[in-house]
């Protein structure tokens, strides 16, 4: 194509595409909002936008979701994409395509691209034992195991020699999510990112705002300037997954295929596609939380520079919403269900509270109590009583129809000045993906409004001067128009509905920002009578005792309910009091102490405890703790563990023994 990059009007966006292992929950939808806001605010700056979302369909994690749901995995995957395209569509999601690592077209081009590099000399064959978390289908190198921070890196090792004589010893957490990971031993290929360590660290200094926000971008050159290991693209202990081109014992590892997504969607490796992707390529933005920066700003840019293909302009790493602080995920059974917010709230107070509640490079606690307290303050009070105040006061006095005045007086002047201002620092938040500051920063505004029409009191001016209360409804016309033409890449509906109050059809094509910023205020209204804008959350269910508990309760019920297990598979679990008798530090490792634990009857076990970091040895020698007595016995560190010592995280993060109040004798089951 001739065009140019930089000559391009457009804007090509990307949200992650996610695990299929349940229905979407609220930090799914949080990712895909944002995405939306951002091809939105482009498309009303006259850009043509491309925005994909999707499904990782892949993978060992929805393999054994699968089996644990008795189905075929493309049997289980398809159970799913119903619930994910009808929430999106019901939050006034716009996306251009839905991909699906299944498709036909994504797996065919990712084995062109295989191909392609195992042909360049990119990817070899060799071999991999170390450790595997399937939770973030992580490959976990030795290097990282007493790191257990989640903003750490872990990669593929070819230090295979090292990490064999290691496998054997060693309990390794996975640095992300602090779970136990597995040990892998098998053949794999490899794709030799070491070879672009130098070229990675270039780029990262050429593009200091590669990365959103920067502190994230010295995480990534810090983990890069460290050295990188070739990574294993390749599984052979798994079927459920895009058939390596030539070699059908292998599989494509997961995040090898995923990330291809990104071009497949815009016509990688397709036939009559080529101009479209020269078009769409490369995209301007990709948006993901922060657990998966590593994937996205190291690996993902090395496959591109491996494929001669331009790297993606920049990245948005935001954080988690949490509930009670912690992650929002299907694993921890904390998901809030959007849907279930949707039919309390409405879907576009859900997508601004969103948007202006979380400070986006930062965690933040989901709360139906802020939620509520936002819809009432924010958009009924301020911005929806505003304009039902002009519209009713113009109704009541026959002014219907506003034409702007000829000249503006001393007031409406200053209104403008701040209109203008207004617009200028929402744009230049939007262009820095700070939307909680752009908000706020319009909301300042909004005050500003609400106090120029109190101070007016157009309501006792008609009676004095009509044309000067013509020309407060003016000028919050003009102010109204502008706040509108800004939100609505948030509020889309909404938004064209106050526009259409004031008699203005919502019509995208120009750039409309640079429209509202010439401040020409020069726009004749025919005001519409519309229903309420927004509608105050219900005070009375709030009164009531536990009001918005009920509300947590109802949004957060449904995955809840999937964590209950029966009687019987708690009495599977045998829980047994038990005194430490001896302790001792086990000396290779950094985490672990050797118990020999005495359960009365039931004898003494050895049981190792992970807690090096929060107990001496002897501190524990006496005490008395509860044990999990029937687990399998296995190895660690060539030792026999045969149970597992029940702690608690306290506040100060430090694990507490979980024991029993009073003397209990030991070998006492818990019941
Ligand atoms: N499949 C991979 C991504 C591959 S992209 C080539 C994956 N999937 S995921 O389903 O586990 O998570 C994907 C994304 O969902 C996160 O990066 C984030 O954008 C979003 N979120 C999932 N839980 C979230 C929260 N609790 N809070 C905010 N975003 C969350 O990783």
């Known amino acids: 194509m001739a065009i140019s990059p930089n000559s391009k009007n457009k804007f090509y966006v990307t949200t992650p595409i996610y695990y299929v292992t349940a229905k979407p929950h609220l930090g799914s939808l949080y990712s895909t909002v944002l995405a939306d806001v951002v091809s939105r605010w482009n498309?009303?700056?006259?850009?043509?936008?491309?925005?994909?979302?999707?499904?990782?369909?892949?993978?060992?994690?929805?393999?054994?979701?699968?089996?644990?749901?008795?189905?075929?995995?493309?049997?289980f995957v398809d159970s799913f994409i119903d619930a994910y395209k009808s929430v999106f569509k019901s939050f006034e999601i716009e996306n251009d395509h839905f991909i699906r690592t299944t498709d036909p077209y994504h797996e065919q081009a990712v084995q062109k691209w295989l191909k392609m590099l195992i042909d360049k000399g990119d990817i070899y064959?060799?071999?991999?034992?170390?450790?595997?978390?399937?939770?973030?289908?992580?490959?976990?190198?030795?290097?990282?195991?007493?790191?257990?921070?989640?903003?750490?890196?872990?990669?593929?090792?070819?230090?295979?020699?090292?990490?064999?004589?290691?496998?054997?010893?060693?309990?390794?957490?996975?640095?992300?999510?602090?779970?136990?990971?597995?040990?892998?031993?098998?053949?794999?290929?490899?794709?030799?990112?070491?070879?672009?360590?130098?070229?990675?660290?270039?780029?990262?200094?050429?593009?200091p705002d590669f990365v959103v926000p920067k502190e994230r971008l010295k995480e990534v050159v810090n983990f890069v300037k460290s050295g990188l290991k070739d990574l294993s693209i390749s599984r052979t202990k798994i079927t459920w997954g895009i058939p390596f081109p030539g070699d059908d014992k292998h599989v494509t590892y997961v995040w090898a295929d995923a990330l291809n997504n990104y071009i497949t969607a815009v016509g990688y490796g397709q036939k009559n596609k080529e101009e479209e992707f020269e078009f769409w390529w490369p995209a301007d933005l990709h948006i993901m939380a922060k657990d998966i920066l590593r994937f996205h700003a190291i690996y993902w840019p090395a496959f591109l520079m491996a494929s001669g293909l331009p790297i993606f302009k920049r990245m948005l790493v935001h954080g988690w919403i949490t509930v009670d602080k912690r992650k929002m995920s299907k694993s921890f059974g904390n998901v809030v269900d959007p849907?279930?917010?949707?039919?309390?709230?409405?879907?576009?107070?859900?997508?601004?509270?969103?948007?202006?509640?979380?400070?986006?490079?930062?965690?933040?606690d989901f709360s139906i109590e802020d939620l509520e307290q936002r819809i009432?303050?924010?958009?009924?009070?301020?911005?929806?009583?505003?304009?039902?105040?002009?519209?009713?006061?113009?109704?009541?006095?026959?002014?219907?129809?506003?034409?702007?005045?000829?000249?503006?007086?001393?007031?409406?002047?200053?209104?403008?000045?701040d209109c203008l201002n207004a617009i200028s620092d929402f744009q230049t938040y939007m262009a820095d993906y700070q939307f909680h500051m752009a908000l706020g920063s319009l909301w300042r505004f909004i005050n500003k409004v609400n106090a120029y029409f109190h101070a007016k009191e157009p309501w006792k001016l008609?009676?004095?001067?009509?044309?000067?209360?013509?020309?407060?409804?003016?000028?919050?016309?003009?102010?109204?128009?502008?706040?509108?033409?800004?939100?609505?890449?948030?509020?889309?509906?909404?938004?064209?509905?106050?526009?259409?109050?004031?008699?203005?059809?919502?019509?995208?094509?120009?750039?409309?920002?640079?429209?509202?910023?010439?401040?020409?205020?020069?726009?004749?209204?025919?005001?519409?009578?519309?229903?309420t804008l927004f509608t105050k959350p219900s005070f009375d269910r709030l009164r009531m005792s536990g009001g918005t508990q009920q509300k947590e309760k109802s949004v957060l019920k449904e995955e809840k309910k999937q964590d209950y297990i029966k009687i019987d598979d708690f009495a599977k679990v045998h829980l047994v009091v038990g005194t430490v008798a001896q302790a001792e530090s086990v000396e290779k490792s950094d985490k672990l102490i050797k118990l020999q634990v005495d359960f009365g009857d039931l004898g003494t076990k050895q049981i190792f405890a992970g807690v090096k970091k929060y107990y001496k040895p002897e501190e524990l020698i006496g005490k008395q703790g509860i044990f999990v007595v029937n687990l399998k016995p296995r190895k660690i560190m060539g030792m026999e563990s045969q149970g597992m010592m029940l702690f608690a995280e306290g506040e100060d993060r430090k694990l507490q023994m979980a024991t029993v109040f009073g003397q209990v004798p030991n070998g006492m089951r818990l019941k």
Request: aromatic share 10%.
């Open 43 to 75: 498309k009303l700056q006259g850009k043509k936008t491309f925005f994909v979302t999707g499904t990782d369909e892949h993978g060992q994690k929805v393999a054994n979701a699968a089996v644990a749901a008795g189905k075929q995995p493309k049997e």
């Open 125 to 207: 064959k060799d071999f991999y034992e170390g450790y595997y978390c399937t939770q973030c289908e992580l490959f976990v190198t030795l290097r990282h195991e007493s790191d257990s921070s989640a903003s750490v890196f872990a990669e593929a090792s070819t230090d295979r020699q090292d990490d064999r004589d290691q496998v054997e010893r060693k309990v390794i957490l996975c640095p992300d999510c602090g779970r136990e990971t597995e040990i892998v031993s098998e053949e794999c290929y490899f794709f030799k990112l070491s070879k672009y360590q130098d070229k990675l660290l270039e780029f990262y200094k050429k593009n």
């Open 339 to 364: 849907i279930e917010l949707e039919k309390l709230y409405g879907p576009e107070p859900v997508r601004y509270y969103l948007v202006r509640q979380m400070a986006i490079t930062q965690d933040g």
């Open 376 to 417: 009432s303050s924010d958009l009924a009070n301020d911005l929806g009583n505003l304009l039902n105040r002009m519209v009713t006061l113009a109704y009541k006095n026959d002014a219907k129809v506003i034409q702007a005045p000829k000249i503006w007086g001393e007031s409406e002047l200053e209104l403008r000045g």
């Open 462 to 531: 008609v009676k004095t001067d009509r044309d000067a209360f013509l020309q407060v409804l003016s000028a919050t016309g003009h102010s109204l128009c502008a706040i509108a033409i800004l939100l609505w890449p948030i509020m889309p509906k909404k938004m064209e509905l106050l526009l259409h109050s004031l008699g203005i059809k919502f019509e995208l094509g120009k750039d409309l920002v640079q429209d509202i910023s010439l401040g020409k205020w020069d726009e004749a209204f025919t005001l519409q009578k519309i229903d």
